[in-house]
């Protein structure tokens, strides 16, 4: 791959490049790119698989064929659906489900910011679901990352998969080049979880839960812009931890895509390990629904 791209940065001389496909979910191969070719600025959409084609085949006619104008910048995954305050009542409210609802938005981040630093595992439901592969923040499983216990926890008993596998770190992007040696300024596609840069090693330690055998980390970064709720919880935590990193993970099991429904997120926690489910302004403790006879089939999906 390197070979290829300075094979094309020769016959080019364009120093902007767009990768997209399979190759451009490759996480690890895309840290590389900026330090081992001449490239100086590099983007993959959000949804750089296969699955991505769509929005391609659509700006070419748009732009290409139709020869409209270009007025839309990408800057921001949450395009899919989303559900209003008063849809998710209902839908706790028709299947009786026990939650608290927080005063206001400082609240809410105070609390759940309080229970993943107390070690609690958070499923987090907000706002329109990310498009592409990766969840980024809307619908997320999020741990302390300074837990050395938490990556056994959540492969074990919410991910279920083999107890090994590494769990991305997201932090706010002025705090990104404290934690992480990545390329400076650092490129718009760590806003999607699709680079992997070194995690410098006086932090190995500290956040190991995050912090992958080679000493690395799949970066996510966040500007408040982007998503203010989620950039302001990461700073709450970093207020009590001493250190602005959440693991951030997709609100899935193993085997079934990201939560998408109100529906999706209770069932998926109700059969995990998951603690607590934050879902817009609401508060969900799993033990207080233990005791209720769950049954997804019996669920009201409206």
Known sequence: MTRMLNYVYQATNCEKLVLSGGVGLNSVFNGKILK??????????????????SIGVAAYIYHSILSHKRVFPFKNASLGPEFSTKEIKVFLDKNKVKYSTFKDESDLIEQTAKLIFENKVVGWFQGRMEWGPRALGNRSILANPC??????????????????????????????LTYFECDNPIPAPTDYMLMVYPIKKEWHKKIPSVTHVDGSG???????EQNHLYYNLIKK????????????????????????????????????????????????????????VWDSEKLALD
């Open 237 to 292: 935590f970093g207020e009590l931890s001493s250190i602005p990193i959440l693991i951030n993970t997709s609100f899935n099991i193993r085997g079934e895509p990201i939560v998408c429904t109100p529906f999706d997120a209770y069932k998926c926690m109700m059969g995990t390990g998951i603690d607590y489910l934050v879902i817009d302004k609401f508060l969900i403790k799993r033990e207080d629904n233990q005791k209720d």
């Open 147 to 176: 837990n050395p216990k938490a990556k056994q926890l959540l492969n074990e008993k919410v991910k279920h998969r083999e107890k090994f596998r590494p769990f991305a770190p997201v932090v706010c992007e002025d705090d990104a």
């Open 36 to 53: 081992n070719t001449p490239f100086k600025d590099v983007w993959m959409q959000p949804n750089a698989s296969d699955g991505g084609t």
């Open 218 to 224: 799949r970066l996510q970064t966040i500007r408040r």
